[in-house]
């Protein structure tokens, strides 16, 4: 699935979000902590921030979460005068204050307008986003970041909460594959998932990266795989075994379950709670197995490391299949049971 497709599937500014957050390529995390930003600003209201207002929020943003994990590849190599290096000098002070200082914030709004701020509506190769979220506005100290309608209605919409926790899982696995410590583990051998806590982990240390439901609610346009209407924050959501768990045991009473692990991340999807419990044990219907399909796809056009791990199921999950996509996968489980 293109990043086109997966538009047409959702035609809103909404998509074009999730073009951006959860499909882009991340050399570093700074489309995050501009996300964030922007939803954070959006929400208020207002049209125009002045671009150091807008820079102190992005500054935090980014030295909050160096605290806990490296905003870059740990191979890369920064400079001096890398916004990163500045940010990791000064991250002890902005924390203590909680506020950027000086010299982190005269970085941030210099490095800002030519690095991430043209980066963001960006795709892979040479193509962008249908929307656009903001635009530069004004010279020197009158510099304003502009937020444009769509950003707004987006921002004040019942789904800006899902978008944002969308956005906060996202920038987790990114971050978690940068580590030295557990970002190997991620890209070869993908992610595991813990179901005490629903969390995705890394296969080898199990430490948890982020929510089952926000890494990959997006990937569904943020709807419930069963009814496909718009999950809401205020509803109670539940992590759906498409194909029922219940089969493994059921076929391995009478002799042998010759079909893919179902517990495994490209089995699992967001639902309603009330969707999921009337569902139970029964069989997906073929608009579910579609659907299902769909997001997979989606997944893979996404970067390391949840691409990685639907990649392994596609190679792995049916003995002696070599499947080229994830239609035909679902349909071969289909036949299996």
């Given at each position: ?26 050399s570093r995390?700074?489309?995050f ?12 209201g ?5 671009l ?15 605290t ?19 940010a ?62 769509d ?13 944002a ?34 969390k ?14 926000e ?44 079909g893919?692990?179902l ?12 969707c999921n ?5 029964r069989l ?9 399909a769909?997001?997979n ?5 996404s ?5 990685r ?5 596609l ?11 994830w239609l035909?996968?679902?349909r ?6």
């Amino acid at each position: 699935m293109s990043g086109r497709e997966f538009y047409t599937q959702d035609a809103s500014a909404r998509a074009s979000w999730r073009l951006a957050v959860l499909m882009g390529a991340n050399s570093r995390t700074y489309k995050f902590a501009l996300g964030q930003a922007l939803l954070e600003f959006g929400q208020t209201g207002r049209e125009d921030i002045p671009l150091a207002e807008f820079a102190a929020n992005y500054s935090l943003g980014v030295v909050r979460h160096l605290t806990q994990n490296p905003q870059a590849p740990q191979t890369a190599e920064l400079g001096e005068k890398d916004f990163l290096t500045v940010a990791q000098q000064e991250m002890a002070t902005t924390l203590d204050t909680g506020r950027p200082t000086e010299r982190l914030l005269a970085a941030a709004v210099r490095s800002m307008p030519t690095m991430v701020m043209q980066k963001f509506h960006n795709l892979r190769g040479d193509a962008s986003v249908p929307h656009t979220f903001y635009e530069l506005a004004g010279t020197g100290r009158q510099r304003v970041v502009h937020l444009t309608p769509d950003l707004l209605r987006l921002a004040q919409s019942e789904q800006a909460a899902i978008l944002a926790d969308e956005l906060g899982a996202r920038w987790s696995i990114v971050e978690s594959s940068f580590a030295a410590s557990v970002g190997r583990s991620l890209v070869e051998e993908g992610v595991a998932v813990d179901w005490d806590t629903l969390k995705i982990t890394d296969k080898r240390r199990r430490r948890s990266v982020t929510g089952v439901v926000e890494a990959t609610v997006g990937f569904q346009h943020g709807r419930c795989l069963i009814c496909n209407d718009v999950l809401a924050p205020s509803e109670a959501i539940a992590v759906d075994h498409v194909f029922p768990f219940s089969l493994m045991h059921r076929f391995g009473s009478v002799g042998s379950w010759h079909g893919p692990d179902l517990d495994a991340l490209w089995n699992l999807a967001p639902a309603h709670g009330a969707c999921n419990g009337a569902k139970s044990d029964r069989l997906p219907t073929q608009a579910e197995v579609a659907r299902l399909a769909a997001r997979n796809e989606a997944i893979m056009q996404s970067p390391h490391p949840l691409r990685r791990t639907l990649q392994l199921s596609l190679k792995r999950g049916l003995s002696g299949q070599h499947l080229p996509s994830w239609l035909e996968f679902v349909r071969a489980v289909q036949t299996v049971i």
